[in-house]
């Protein structure tokens, strides 16, 4: 009998440009794989056709209580007509949606993997500070049910959490280089002294924070420059 295996995303892009390896692993394991995802990929991405595409019908910038309440609603019945043997959720507000719909699915394993913790970790106003609260309480109560399993890049977001230690939990770095992909190369002749930031272009990602850095050197007399390559995230 084959098995079935479900990934859950808030983002399409997201989804394929980071965890497109879980996906060959799914189907070189033999299992049936269904995407929870906004979209289907806009471009050709080999697999793709392989796999079964169920989108919901609330839209991925949403996150409001009311829309994550409807996210849960769309999921618990996907996964009621579907039935998964396995479901990953990608991201911590998938993460959460998969994590209230729990009581109410059957499936041999849940995982969700945070990939960190965004704004969510980084203000401090009221209503953010409350969120926080709620969101996390969430998770770490899903983290006693024997079914659910985390996965983690940063080792101090399981602590900051308040997952138990019981919890099943797995560290994976989803950061770096790997270094044999690249050859040591003589330093560029300076000055000035170049500086690239690389990524998303939001607001978590620090990209206002080498600006402003780079800006004060410059206002100092250092001959520096900053380039940034990335593209904005509507939904983010």
């Not at 983002?11 to 189907?27: C, G, I, K, M, Q």
């Not at 049936?32 to 169920?54: G, M």
């Not at 050859?183 to 690239?196: C, G, H, S």
């Amino acid at each position: 009998m084959t098995k079935k295996l479900a990934f859950f995303s808030h983002s399409t892009d997201f989804f394929f440009r980071h965890f497109y390896p879980a996906l060959e692993t799914a189907v070189e394991l033999g299992f049936e794989v269904t995407l929870f995802l906004p979209k289907e990929p806009e471009r050709f991405i080999p697999l793709a056709s392989c796999v079964r595409y169920v989108t919901p019908p609330i839209s991925s910038g949403q996150v409001s209580p009311i829309s994550i309440f409807r996210q849960v609603i769309w999921l618990t019945r996907e996964i009621r007509k579907s039935p998964q043997n396995v479901v990953m959720a990608f991201s911590l507000r998938a993460c959460v949606v998969l994590a209230l719909a729990m009581p109410f699915v059957r499936c041999d394993r849940a995982i969700f993997s945070i990939t960190g913790l965004g704004l969510m970790s980084l203000l401090s106003d009221a209503r953010t500070r409350l969120s926080r609260r709620i969101v996390y309480g969430i998770l770490a109560r899903v983290a006693r049910n024997p079914k659910a399993c985390f996965v983690l890049e940063n080792g101090s977001d399981g602590e900051r959490i308040g997952l138990p230690t019981t919890a099943q939990k797995h560290q994976i770095m989803g950061a770096g280089v790997d270094a044999s992909e690249f050859t040591i190369q003589p330093m560029p002749p300076r000055p000035p002294l170049r500086l690239v930031v690389a990524g998303r272009l939001i607001w978590s990602k620090g990209v206002d924070i080498a600006v402003e850095a780079v800006s004060r050197l410059v206002r100092e007399g250092a001959s520096v420059e900053l380039d940034i390559y990335g593209s904005p995230d509507p939904d983010n």
